[in-house]
């Protein structure tokens, strides 16, 4: 295998661990009950696992507590899977005195071993075995295990052991305290199978235990099974291993494919600091095309050093190509016109999966991801139909049942249903060719007459109404910020298994606003469909948005994480210029054109585009996104200034794009890459295809396809963090349904789902312990209890549906369809003035009239007088409307006008609007 030229203190693992403390989590408990063992008789039934049974017997799930110490999985064959690996063969014997008593079964008795009642436990030849019977539910409701192990904080140990079971199985190999919170230093799911292969992990202890239990869980087959156990030993003094990404060819390039007159870039790791040849050959080995690698240094985001290469010229479509310079050949890959549909609809069922309140019907995601209705108040669920408030929030309750489950927990959240809403929306509101329309996605609504992705939209929407205050209580009108359980639940747990009860935490001014922003967008989109839901919408949303200004600082608290995610946000300038935004759009209405206007972000395109992108948190691109693409009253030099906005950000991200080795437009503030830095990737890609359809610029275009190329493989771990896509895809996100990494009789995720991605902050228990020191880049691991780098979440998906959307429409990927205009624009400069001429040509094959030319001055230039046309200012930009007799402007045709300026003007404008069409800039 190719090693990469790294750093290799970036794996190096730090023993002083500190990271994160438990504090803001420590309702989360990782460990397990034991209700009942076999050498213990007499206690009779083993008891149903009470909620908060249930919340301590699992895995540590989406944020649970520091506290524990996990280092070992790497030695797993769960990583083995998910291509990772620890640096070294195996590991050096540690020194320690032995823990286990009674590790090989020599002397022919149990003790000290137990097992629970459902796995009579005998030796036979010289092995524990159990009987461990079927038709369990929860891994813990099998157990054989071990106590009184006495564990030092910041010690490393080492555990080896081999197991056999009669049919395949995942066991949990937990180390862990032996009471509440039962704590795991250790948690390590294990696959085994008729084959006796010793098993290694190593792990540091975060806590001094005086008799901490190591466990093997085994429950939840349907069948019985026989699982037996040896040679366990655990000893101290072990070597932590230095992990080591599997990052497979250093010739990296987008796994799927480059569209056929697209652009089409790779990345080359190694130490040569001279250009190098490459050769891209066809699937039957023929050479292609050849040519010579860029050498681009040391990559800040990785750390490695770096060539690049291009061959944005061969454009013959195939599959299996490949690229290969000296010894190292990249994953094959396609070049074609039609990648990317089952792309766009595969991003979208990601919503279908994950709706709440209804089956998930084989009949459209196959027998492997069906699954009852969740939350429909069947035991041991309750239902979402009847939500209380938290205790002293509120005395009402809400029929909330349906909406998406928001990740990998069972959360549902108005602040971040309504981005992934939106999202959807807009997807649909750019999908002028219908691609999206009825019948396009595998969901019940499929022959309504109703666009899919509608339908799809609506199942959230109609939540995010029913959050909403009812009439005649004390904040009618705003809108609850989440539903979730009251603890959080582990993994994995299938949607209507989870026991914990449901509440509605406090309105806030957030989530009161996304209500309003999608709400009012919805409106102007099933108009023309269900005209009394629009009318719906539309009420909640200038509902909505006046209960926000009437309680503009109402935040939700950020410590409010226990049993789902806080989603805490204290500054909502950006959702009320998105509200303000969506709702101008659809009404009209002058109050709200003014509250766009009046925002302190409008017209900042760095403050509302910032280097770090949009997100559930900062929400105003939305707003403004919306404005430069949607139809709406808007006078043309507002327009204009909206869309300047729009074009200056996504040159910057275009330029992020060509600076960076890897393609990728997101530059970050302080290089760090966030929790789901891939869905800022996303978005930044969002605002540039936007610029691109605005604009016709190509650059715009590159540099989605390049972001493009980064998600799928060609970045620094040479992975496709969208599943099912590409040779090395990612699978194990952390997901409490497509928990396949912990139970084999779950699915992993389907196609289409993206991972959260690099996230330098470390916020996990697995990537504190594997990733220590990561270049930002780097910091992933496909592991589903890295829930910080590999979840998956709708407001992720949302951006990944759009941008599949927009990449299949671009087809071939070609130069877009010329513009229709073109302006020639002369200017006669002096100290302190100019006089411009201005001949703008109708190049299109309709006449334009009345016409309306806009551009933005870059300097302080102000019209004083103008000719033949009527000029006003606003700001920087500039609006020219005809004079009586030249108001149309004719097919080949074209009009002159002139003016003279004050000022010191500058450089003269290239990026001119006719009506809503960019023109070219005329030489
Ligand atoms: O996407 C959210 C990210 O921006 C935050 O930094 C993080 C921590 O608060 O939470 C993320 O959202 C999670 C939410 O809180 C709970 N459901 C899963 C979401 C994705 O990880």
Redesign the pocket.
């Known amino acids: 295998m190719a090693r990469e030229f790294i750093d290799a203190r970036i794996w190096t693992f730090s023993g002083g661990h500190q990271g994160l403390t438990g504090s803001r989590h420590a309702h989360r408990l990782n460990g397990k009950q034991i209700w009942e063992r076999s050498h213990a008789p007499g206690r009779g039934r083993t008891p149903p696992p009470t909620p908060k049974d249930r919340a301590v017997t699992l895995l540590p799930s989406?944020?649970p507590p520091r506290g524990r110490r996990l280092l070992s999985l790497a030695l797993t064959a769960g990583l083995a899977a998910a291509g990772l690996a620890t640096a070294g063969a195996a590991p050096a014997a540690a020194e320690g005195p032995e823990l286990i008593e009674n590790g090989d079964f020599a002397s022919g008795v149990i003790t000290p071993w137990w097992s629970t009642a459902n796995a009579p436990a005998t030796v036979v030849d010289g092995r524990l075995c159990a009987e461990v019977a079927g038709g369990t539910v929860n891994p813990w409701d099998v157990i054989v295990g071990q106590d009184g192990l006495p564990l030092t904080a910041g010690e490393s140990y080492q555990l080896t052991f081999t197991a056999t079971a009669s049919t395949p199985i995942t066991v949990r190999t937990n180390v862990q305290m032996n009471t509440e919170p039962w704590t795991t230093e250790l948690a390590s799911p294990d696959p085994v199978d008729g084959t006796a292969e010793p098993i290694t992990h190593v792990f540091t202890a975060g806590a001094d235990h005086a008799a901490a239990q190591l466990v093997f869980q085994m429950g939840g087959s349907a069948e019985p099974f026989t699982f037996c156990l040896d040679d366990v030993s655990l000893t101290g003094g072990a070597e932590p291993p230095v992990y080591e990404p599997d990052t497979g060819s250093p010739v990296r390039v987008n796994q799927v494919g480059y569209l056929t007159e697209g652009p089409k870039r790779g990345t080359f790791v190694t130490e040569a600091t001279v250009p190098l040849p490459w050769t891209l050959d066809a699937a039957d080995g023929t050479p292609a095309a050849t040519g010579t690698t860029t050498p681009r240094g040391v990559d800040p985001t990785s750390g490695q050093n770096t060539h690049t290469f291009a061959f944005d010229d061969f454009a013959t479509p195939g599959e299996g190509y490949t690229v290969t310079i000296g010894e190292e050949t990249s994953e094959p890959f396609a070049i074609g016109d039609d990648l990317y549909g089952d792309l766009r609809t595969d991003a979208l069922a990601y919503f279908y999966h994950n709706r709440s309140g209804t089956p998930i019907e084989a009949e459209y995601v196959g027998e492997e991801y069906a699954r009852p209705a969740g939350h429909v108040g069947v035991a041991p669920n309750q239902g979402d139909d009847g939500v209380p408030c938290q205790p002293g929030v509120c005395d009402y309750t809400l029929d909330a049942a349906g909406g998406w489950y928001?990740?990998?927990?069972h959360?549902k959240?108005v602040v971040?249903g309504g981005i992934s809403v939106a999202q959807l929306l807009s997807a649909h509101e750019r999908d002028a060719a219908g691609a999206l329309g009825d019948g396009s996605l595998a969901i019940p609504e499929g022959d309504n007459g109703v666009p899919d992705i509608l339908d799809e939209a609506r199942w959230e929407l109609e939540f995010l109404l029913a959050m909403q205050v009812p009439a005649g209580e004390e904040l009618a009108g705003m809108a609850h910020h989440k539903l979730h359980d009251r603890e959080w639940t582990g993994l994995p747990l299938r949607p209507d298994q989870d026991p914990q009860p449901r509440e509605l935490h406090p309105p806030s001014t957030a989530a009161t606003l996304n209500l309003a922003a999608a709400a009012a967008q919805g409106a102007r989109l099933y108009e023309p469909y269900d005209a009394a839901f629009a009318a719906e919408l539309l009420d909640a949303a200038t509902t909505a948005y006046a209960a926000a200004l009437a309680h503009p600082d109402v935040y939700a608290d950020p410590n409010d994480?226990v049993g789902?995610?806080?989603?805490?946000d204290n500054d909502v300038r950006d959702e009320f210029y998105w509200a303000a935004a969506e709702l101008y759009v659809t009404t009209g209405e002058n109050t709200y054109r003014q509250a766009v206007l009046d925002s302190p972000l409008h017209g900042d395109a760095a403050a509302v585009f910032t280097d770090d992108g949009f997100?559930?948190?900062w929400t105003a691109a939305l707003g403004a996104l919306s404005l430069a693409t949607v139809d709406n009253d808007l006078p043309a030099g507002e327009l204009a200034a909206v869309r300047a906005m729009v074009t200056d950000a996504a040159d910057r991200y275009a330029a992020d794009a060509a600076e960076a080795v890897y393609g990728l437009p997101y530059a970050p503030s302080q290089g760090n890459y966030?929790?789901?830095s891939n869905?800022q990737v996303l978005n930044n890609m969002v605002v540039l295809a936007t610029a691109a359809e605005l604009t016709d610029d190509p650059t715009y275009r590159d540099a989605v396809l390049t972001g493009l190329d980064y998600l799928l493989g060609r970045n620094p771990l040479n992975l496709s963090y969208v599943t099912g896509y590409g040779e090395r895809d990612v699978r194990n996100q952390?997901h409490r349904f497509w928990a396949n990494q912990l139970n084999a009789n779950l699915p992993n995720p389907p196609a289409g789902s993206v991972a959260?991605g690099p996230n330098n902050a470390l916020?996990d228990p697995i990537a504190e312990d594997l990733l220590q020191g990561c270049a930002p880049a780097m910091c992933y691991v496909d592991h589903i209890e890295s829930?910080?780098t590999n979840?998956v979440?709708v407001?992720?998906n949302a951006p990944l549906a759009w941008i599949a959307s927009y990449v299949d429409d671009l087809g071939a990927g070609g130069a877009p369809a010329p513009a229709t205009c073109a302006v020639r624009y002369e200017s006669h400069r002096w100290t302190g003035g100019a006089t411009t001429q201005v001949t703008v040509r109708n190049s299109g094959t309709s006449a334009v009239s009345p016409w309306e030319l806009s551009w933005s001055f870059a300097g302080d230039e102000r019209v004083t007088s103008h000719w033949n046309a009527t000029l006003t200012q606003s700001g920087s930009t500039v609006v020219a409307r005809p004079a009586n007799w030249n108001q149309t402007i004719p097919a080949g045709g074209s009009v002159s006008f002139g003016f003279n300026s004050s000022g010191t003007g500058g450089t003269s404008p290239t990026a001119f609007t006719l009506n809503t069409q960019r023109c070219d800039a005329a030489g």
């Open positions: 989406s944020h928001d990740a990998g927990d959360g959240y971040n994480g789902g995610g806080a989603y805490s997100s559930w948190a966030v929790w789901g869905s952390h959260g916020q829930y910080s979840e979440t407001n992720w």
